[in-house]
């Protein structure tokens, strides 16, 4: 069986390979040819002739064309690979090796008995279930990332997320529960996911908590450089982010009425993972210090945006009240009495406001 393995391991990537660096039907495109300005220039040598600054700006126009096609075809061929890749697991790490036999034996010019070694001394971790799952989850989320780049209408994308969510977080609570090592521990913040690497559940970790942009598949795939969309994230595991750069920002244009209900999914879904990341003792700690936090966060949203302000407020004084000894109550009172200010109608002037004039004259 393991020889049946190693053998598959072998092939497969030189199949999947030859398919990823030339998508189908695809032709590499030759750039426009270049001719050089007209040579009518003015006298002085620092200026252009209108004939000259028109032929730059149509060569411009070409080239720009050019690098457009090039990219939607790259685009277009890497979403149709990882779109496959979907499909199954198995798919999934067939590209994985695909990918990983390019950058780290192809290009550094090894062998083919160094690939296989290599399969070889990472069978277990091929096969593992955590690891596959996590690629799985990965790819899927690339997916998303991709069909995001020229989006014009997002909701069917804002779906996705809002699917793809809570289907991470419950691996993330599975793979923990099942974990022989005790629980996970969080990424800290610049660093990597503090688990043995031998660890099958801190596989699926890193792989959700990596920038998908630096993926072994967009690596081979060369989408590092395609993938800028900047109101977007590339990484799985960022909830709070993916909520405020992306799917609050569609909600409020879009569907507002649908922002407290999204607010609790985010706040239930970040205290979820962080459950699953933590020591019992170390969850209590960050429960009762940063649960008031984002009921307040939420809060405040929700009243800035002038979106059930009323309740919005009451549920503030709702977390002043019942966190009283909170690091952040003092600056909470003080943001709350502004706000209840601000909320009240202007206060009618008084009869003997100077300002006021006397009923005669308002009359006249």
């Known amino acids: 069986m393991k020889k049946f393995l190693i053998a598959s391991l072998l092939f497969i990537p030189a199949i999947i390979r030859a398919q990823v660096l030339t998508p189908p039907g695809a032709t590499p495109q030759t750039p426009p ?76 010019n090894l062998s083919n008995k160094d690939f296989t070694d290599w399969a070889k001394h990472n069978e277990e971790k091929l096969k593992d279930t955590e690891f596959l799952y996590g690629l799985w989850l990965q790819i899927e989320f690339l997916v998303i990332a991709i069909k995001a780049q020229d989006a014009e209408n997002l909701a069917p994308l ?11 977080v419950l691996a993330v609570q599975n793979a923990s529960a099942n974990s022989t090592d005790g629980p996970l521990k969080e990424k800290p913040k610049g660093g990597n996911v503090k688990i043995s690497k031998n660890s099958s559940t801190g ?12 993926s072994e598949f967009s690596k081979t795939l060369q989408l590092k450089d395609i993938l800028k969309r900047e109101d977007w994230e590339y990484e799985p595991l ?19 009425a649908d922002l407290p209900a999204q607010w609790d999914t985010r706040i239930k879904a970040e205290l979820a993972l962080k459950q699953a ?25 929700l009243l ?39 909320a009240q109608p202007p206060a009618p002037p008084s009869p003997g406001d100077a300002n006021t004039p006397p009923p005669a004259a308002a009359a006249n």
């Open 33 to 108: 040819v270049i001719s050089p300005p007209a040579t009518n220039t003015p006298p002085d040598g620092k200026t252009l002739t209108t004939e000259q600054a028109a032929n730059i700006l149509k060569q411009l126009d070409q080239i720009d064309t050019a690098i457009t096609k090039n990219r939607d075809t790259a685009l277009g061929g890497a979403l149709a690979r990882c779109i496959k890749a979907e499909s199954s697991q198995k798919d999934t790490l067939d590209l994985y090796l695909a990918c990983y036999r390019t950058e780290h034996f192809d290009k550094l």
């Open 158 to 168: 804002i779906a996705s997320l809002q699917k793809f969510i809570p289907k991470e």
């Open 277 to 301: 990341l933590s020591t019992e003792a170390d969850y209590a700690l960050y429960y009762k210090e940063h649960q008031p936090m984002m009921i307040w966060k939420k809060s405040k949203y």
């Open 203 to 214: 596989q699926l970790v890193a792989r959700l908590h990596e920038n998908v942009r630096q």
């Open 238 to 256: 960022a909830l709070g982010s993916i909520y405020e750069k992306i799917i609050f920002p569609y909600l409020l244009d879009k569907k507002p």
């Open 304 to 342: 800035d945006h002038q979106i059930t302000p009323v309740p919005a407020l009451a549920a503030m004084l709702n977390v002043v009240r019942e966190n009283p000894t909170h690091a952040n109550a003092p600056d909470w009172v003080k943001e709350l009495r502004q706000a209840v200010n601000n």
